[in-house]
């Protein structure tokens, strides 16, 4: 069962996420996969803690990261651990292309629901595919 792990900037949007993963329209396909939705306070993450940390934790545990504004300032940000860390077997990280239509558009939420649990669906075939852009 996978388990998207929202990023600790957008983790006050796992309800609203949570609506257009498991809306009617995508009953089938969000219990055929089973993904869940998980915050950093319930897997026990401290917020602001290094990005390796998180690259690390998501690996140990099998959880994809969904993100929108991991960066390449430092030589262990997130980027940083996806290009010298990614290995085949690695599960990639979701990044929100566009983080302000994700928040007003609809049809954008919609996309992004749609695309995420089209990957998850296929998730052994995109391990090591390092970042997956959304929607």
Not at 47 to 68: I, R
Not at 117 to 134: H, K, Q, S, V
């Amino acid at each position: 069962m996978p388990t998207i792990l929202l990023d600790e900037n957008i983790d006050g949007y796992a309800e609203y996420l949570s609506r257009f993963m498991f809306a009617a329209e995508r009953t089938d396909i969000s219990s055929l996969v089973g993904v869940s939705i998980a915050t950093f306070d319930q897997v026990g993450l401290a917020k602001g803690g290094p990005d390796e940390q998180v690259w690390d934790f998501c690996q140990q545990h099998g959880f994809f990261l969904l993100t929108d504004n991991r960066n390449d300032d430092r030589p262990d940000s997130l980027e940083s651990m996806i290009r010298t860390r990614t290995v085949p077997t690695s599960h990639p990280v979701f990044t929100i292309s566009d983080i302000n239509r994700f928040r007003s558009e609809r049809e954008y939420i919609e996309l992004l629901a749609a695309k995420l649990l089209e990957y998850l669906f296929d998730a052994e075939n995109i391990r090591g595919a390092g970042r997956l852009y959304l929607p």
